[in-house]
């Protein structure tokens, strides 16, 4: 399992590396694969990437930091898909759909994708988590199963959405934690 990666160009790296501790020491090995888009920047760039995000797609930081969220769709993802995802990102919405997406090596898998903008929060990045559903998805037609798909569906939404708002609390915490040692600095500063 590779480290999560993230932007060294957004700024505290301090920052990036307790989200990383805070998110372990919250969910542990239950969070499921997650990157954060900084909806400030031209194109969204994806700024941070779990390793779970990593090993999902089989890529190296390089391949997804700095790269819009699309870079992870394939050619056969649903053009109406994706963009339902991407007006979620720039709305107060939540979404989720099913997409078609490769792996560096090229294998294609059932990508679940839940997101919520952290606009909702009122911080600047867009939370996306995302799970294999392959075998839901190929399993679907199978008699006596949709139970069981029925019921493993929503284990796996449910786990994307537990990490994408701890991901989301945390930052927001972590923010304000930055903005109180400013104010803080500058205050001691005045005095």
């Not at 990666?5 to 590396?17: C, H, K, M, Y």
């Not at 969070?31 to 031209?42: C, E, G, P």
Request: aromatic fraction near 6%; hydrophobic fraction near 35%; proline fraction near 4%.
């Amino acid at each position: 399992t590779m480290p999560a990666a993230f932007d060294g160009s957004t700024g505290d790296e301090d920052s990036w590396e307790q989200l990383t501790e805070d998110v372990y020491e919250e969910l542990g090995m239950a969070a499921s694969a997650f990157l954060l888009l900084d909806m400030t920047r031209n194109g969204s760039p994806c700024v941070y990437a779990s390793s779970s995000m990593l090993d999902l797609f089989g890529c190296q930081p390089e391949d997804i930091l700095g790269q819009p969220w699309t870079a992870m769709c394939g050619e056969a993802t649903d053009v109406d898909d994706r963009r339902a995802l991407e007006s979620a990102m720039y709305s107060m919405e939540e979404c989720s759909r099913c997409l078609v997406c490769p792996t560096k090596s090229g294998q294609f898998f059932w990508n679940h994708v839940y997101l919520e903008p952290g606009s909702r929060q009122g911080v600047q990045y867009t939370c996306l988590s995302c799970h294999d559903v392959t075998h839901l998805v190929e399993s679907g037609g199978e008699p006596g199963s949709n139970a069981e798909v029925v019921e493993e569906a929503s284990r796996v939404q449910a786990l994307q959405v537990s990490t994408v708002k701890t991901v989301l609390a945390i930052l927001v915490a972590l923010l304000s934690n930055q903005e109180g040692s400013e104010g803080g600095e500058r205050r001691g500063a005045e005095g």
